[in-house]
């Protein structure tokens, strides 16, 4: 169980440093179309969406960033569409993810799916807690949560020899 979250912090730690927490390293965001809306604070990449911030590449169809009133703080972060968000070995999928920053929340719905190394963790909807370090994966009627977790015990390969 340790290990499962351990998998589950990993994938959501790369999701919320890549919604702007690293200050320090630039951000490189493509798309096909860039919409920006000052009434509204909100920036919209469109197509082929790729966000890339030191070791950590988020990856959509659209992407939409909002941003508080009087400032340039994020106040949201929205993908939409084929999301996946890579670290290392680390790979969190689904169709849609959100990162609130106020509230230090990251959620991933639409067939959500953590991978890290062979292990692997799915549900109806996962949802990290960044300032509690918590994780919180639920189902539902259709979707039950599952986690396949590989051992990581010693192997024939790995026995000492007398």
């Known amino acids: 169980m340790k290990r499962i979250l351990l998998l589950l912090c990993g994938i959501m730690a790369l999701a919320s440093s ?19 809306d000052q009434k509204s604070r909100t920036a ?24 508080a009133e009087g400032g340039g703080e994020v106040e949201k972060v929205e993908a939409f569409g084929n999301v996946s968000i ?3 070995n680390r790979i969190g999928t689904a169709q849609h993810a959100v990162y609130f920053n106020k509230e230090g929340k990251i959620t991933l719905s639409g067939s959500p799916k953590v991978l890290q190394g062979k292990d692997m963790v ?5 949802t990290y807690y960044v300032n509690e370090d918590k994780s919180v994966v639920t189902g539902g009627p259709e979707t039950r949560v599952e986690a396949v977790i590989f ?7 790995d026995a000492k020899k007398p």
């Open 18 to 36: 890549t919604c702007w927490a690293v200050e320090e390293q630039p951000i490189t965001i493509k798309s096909n179309e860039l919409q920006a």
């Open 44 to 67: 919209t990449f469109l197509g082929k969406v790729v966000a890339k911030q030191d070791d950590i590449t988020i990856h959509a169809d659209k992407l939409v960033v909002r941003y």
């Open 86 to 88: 890579v670290q290392e």
């Open 122 to 126: 799915t549900g109806r909807e996962i």
């Open 151 to 157: 051992p990581k015990g010693k192997g024939k390969n």
